[in-house]
Each structure stands twice: as structure tokens, then as C-alpha cells.
């Protein structure tokens, strides 16, 4: 297969790659660092240093004989993403090049125009270009089970079969995002929709929820192959945070009550979930959804698994409750279906105490490097 990942110098871009090129697919990267900058921008840089993308590239030639191509250039330009589509013509392209922090998002007008601006351009040229240039493509866009928010009812795969009046129809989902970067994923998901149903192309849509971890089959080769890992309060996930918190001895900061709850997966599983995606496209004209993510946790069950795992090591682990910067439920039901992938063939690899040991000693020699500030929320919901 030929295979363009799209935001491929990202955390799940990055290994999404390695694994595909070792698995013996043509893969071509394309990225505008566009996460680097705005990480440098807002002192939100990744703990681990990351090479740049040529050398990255270079550094997996040598230790695994794959080349990867790549391509630096913005997906929100079409005339970049017209040459790279009529190039490389690409069987399947995985489209993970958005920006992704919500707390950024939040930041102010500049930022909130800058994330709707780049993710939702960035999909329509993905559409346009498929149309335009490889019409057969399978599209894998990454979306998030942040779309759907926190309704007071089970959360189903992607759509929802309503009766009214004594008549039945099935629709997307009902969606209410919680920050205006999931708010874009949410016009991604009906622009695709829209694309699917007038023009007939093919679309995996796959409602991921947050990934942790550092390891991937490919990655561990080398330590220059790490992904990136950002523990700041603008890029870093709530696991990243409490790892470096927990290595730093500052208490761990649970945002408000702590029961807010999400679907968590492990980096390799994503990889997993991608692989299945590419191989079992879809047909034409059919918008597939998927519910990416292996178990629920809560905030407060995550930060006592990550001081248990911690005191193991001799950490004396914290935990604090704060202020929550963000406008969210602090307790609310949450019962969201994940059948898709499994009946794919996903194998989940679970939230072990081992998991969370093996990333504190990876992150145990980086410990000088962290910076207390950008562990507490600089970035507050109006
Ligand atoms: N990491 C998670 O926990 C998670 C959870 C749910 C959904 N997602 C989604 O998965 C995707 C990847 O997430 P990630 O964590 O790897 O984020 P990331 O920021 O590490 O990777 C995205 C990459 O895309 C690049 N990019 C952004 N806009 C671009 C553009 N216009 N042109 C070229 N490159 C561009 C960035 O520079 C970055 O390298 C995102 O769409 C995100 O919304 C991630």
C-alpha cells in the first residue's frame, strides 16, 4: 500500500509511520511543524528531545533498512497538497495533521481562528484532493470521543437511530464538544459526512480518546525514535502530566472533583487501530465511525493508579485537588460502546502497572529538564 500520513511528525504520526514502513508499505510523511512552533511559542516543548523529521527518517533507515519519504509543507495550502496527492498517489492517507490542544484553542481569538482555520482547511484539501487526484484513496481521519462531550445517555459508535412522531431514521450522533479545538472535529466529522454522501468517497472516522505511552515495537530500537512527549498543560495529556508530576515530587493537580470520565488507550493500540482501519477499508460512499479506546478511567482513578505505580519506585506520589481551568461535568455519567474495533480483530494492550513503571523510568533521566510552571494550568476557559 501506498500510504500518506498526514501530520507525521506528531506523537501518533510519528510511529503511525515506523510502523506502517516496517510492515512494508510506501509511506511519505508530511508536516509543517506546526506543533513544534506553537510549543516553542508557548514554552510547551516536548520533554524528550525529538529530531527533526529528515533525520528522524534517516535515523529508522539506519537501524531498520526502511526509508520513509517525507514532505514539508502545510496541509492547509492546496497547491502544496495537489503535488504531494499527484506524486505520491496514495492508496490509503491517515489524516492526523490538526492542531490538536484544546487548552490552545482557548487561548484567545488568534488561537481559536488559528486551530479552526488550520484543522478545517486542512480536511477539506484532504477531501478536495482526494477527489481531485486519487479517487479511490480510503481516508483514516483521526477525530476524538471528545465530539460527542458528556451526554447523560449511552454514547453509540458514531450515529444514532431516532424515532419521532412514530417515524425512524438513523443521524450522526448528537455532538457537543467541550473546547473549540474538539468543535472543529466535530465540523471535520460533518464535512466528511457531507463529502461521503454527495460525492461517494470513502471515510474511516475514529473517535479517539486520549493515548499514553512511549513504546512502540519500532521506537524502542533506538532512542532517537522516541515520540514526542509534552507534559505541559497545553500539549500534555493528563497522564503525561501526572507522570512528570509524579517523577518531580509536585503533587498531582486533579482539575475540580476528578470524576470526569474518559475512554483511555495505549500508543500501541492506536497504531493497531490504524492498521485494522487501512485493512478493511470501506466501500464508497460509506462513512464508517469508530469508538478508538480500550478502557474508562476517571481522573481520580488515574491519579491513584499513577501514586501506587509511584510509591512502588519510591516517589512518595502527592495528590492535589485544583481549580479546573475548563468548563466541564466533574461528575456525569459516561458509558460510551467501542464493538467496532474489537470486532476488527484489536487486541488491547491495558493500562498495567508495568505500563506506567516502564514510562516513569524513561522519563526518570529527563528530571532536571522539567519545568514546575507548565504543569499548572496557564490556560483557563472564560
Ligand atoms: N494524542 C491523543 O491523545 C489524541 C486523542 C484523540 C485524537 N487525537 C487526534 O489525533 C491526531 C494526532 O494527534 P497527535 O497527538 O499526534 O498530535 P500532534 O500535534 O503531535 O501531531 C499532529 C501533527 O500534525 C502537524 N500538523 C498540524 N497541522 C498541519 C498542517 N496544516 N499541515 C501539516 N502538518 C500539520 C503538526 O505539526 C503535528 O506534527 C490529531 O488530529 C488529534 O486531534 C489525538
Known amino acids: 500500500m501506498r500510504v500518506l500520513i498526514l501530520g507525521g511528525d ?104 488559528k486551530t479552526l482555520n488550520n484543522n478545517l482547511n486542512a480536511t477539506f484539501n484532504v477531501v478536495w484532493a482526494v477527489i481531485q487526484h486519487a479517487p479511490d484513496c480510503h481516508i483514516i481521519k483521526l477525530g476524538t470521543m471528545g465530539e460527542y462531550g458528556t451526554p447523560n445517555i449511552d454514547i453509540e459508535e458514531g450515529w444514532l437511530e431516532i424515532e419521532h412522531k412514530g417515524r425512524k431514521d438513523k443521524f450522526l450522533y448528537p455532538r457537543q464538544a467541550g473546547s473549540l479545538y474538539h468543535t472543529t472535529k466535530v465540523l471535520d466529522t460533518d464535512l466528511l459526512w457531507f463529502y461521503v454522501r454527495t460525492y461517494g468517497i470513502r471515510v474511516t472516522d475514529l473517535m479517539q480518546g486520549p493515548v499514553y505511552g512511549l513504546s512502540t515495537t519500532e521506537a524502542d530500537q533506538d532512542a532517537r525514535l522516541v515520540p514526542n512527549f509534552h507534559y505541559d498543560d497545553i500539549f500534555g495529556t493528563v497522564v503525561n502530566r501526572f507522570m512528570v508530576q509524579a517523577v518531580a515530587g509536585i503533587p498531582l493537580t486533579v482539575y475540580g472533583k476528578g470524576g470526569q470520565t474518559r475512554g483511555y488507550l495505549n500508543l500501541k493500540d492506536t497504531l493497531q487501530c490504524v492498521d485494522l482501519a487501512m485493512d478493511n477499508p470501506v466501500d464508497r460512499g460509506e462513512l464508517r465511525i469508530l469508538n478508538q479506546f480500550t478502557e474508562l478511567f476517571s481522573v481520580n482513578e488515574l491519579a491513584e493508579r499513577v501514586k501506587r505505580v509511584g510509591d512502588r519506585l519510591g516517589l512518595n506520589v502527592q495528590i492535589e485537588h485544583i481549580a479546573n481551568p475548563r468548563k466541564e461535568a466533574e461528575e456525569h455519567y459516561y458509558n460510551a460502546k467501542h464493538h467496532g474495533l474489537l470486532e476488527l480483530g484489536l487486541e488491547p494492550h491495558y493500562m498495567a502497572d508495568d505500563v506506567l513503571v516502564e514510562m516513569l523510568k524513561k522519563i526518570r533521566p529527563f528530571k532536571d529538564r522539567i519545568d514546575p510552571v507548565k504543569v499548572m494550568p496557564r490556560v483557563r476557559w472564560k
Open 10 to 113: 506528531g506523537y501518533l504520526g510519528w510511529p503511525t509511520a515506523m510502523d506502517f514502513a516496517a510492515r512494508g508499505h510506501d509511506v511519505c510523511v508530511v508536516d509543517n511543524y506546526l506543533r513544534r512552533n506553537i510549543a516553542r511559542e508557548t514554552r510547551s516543548e516536548s520533554l524528550l528531545p525529538n529530531p527533526n523529521l529528515h533525520d528522524r527518517t534517516e535515523i529508522f533507515e539506519s537501524v531498520s533498512g526502511k526509508k520513509i519519504h517525507v514532505e514539508i509543507g502545510d496541509c492547509a495550502d492546496m497547491r502544496f497538497m495537489t503535488r504531494v496527492f499527484q506524486t505520491f498517489q496514495p492508496d490509503t492517507v491517515v489524516h492526523y495533521a490538526e492542531q490538536p490542544s484544546a487548552p490552545y484553542s482557548m487561548i484567545g481569538f488568534d488561537e481559536a481562528r
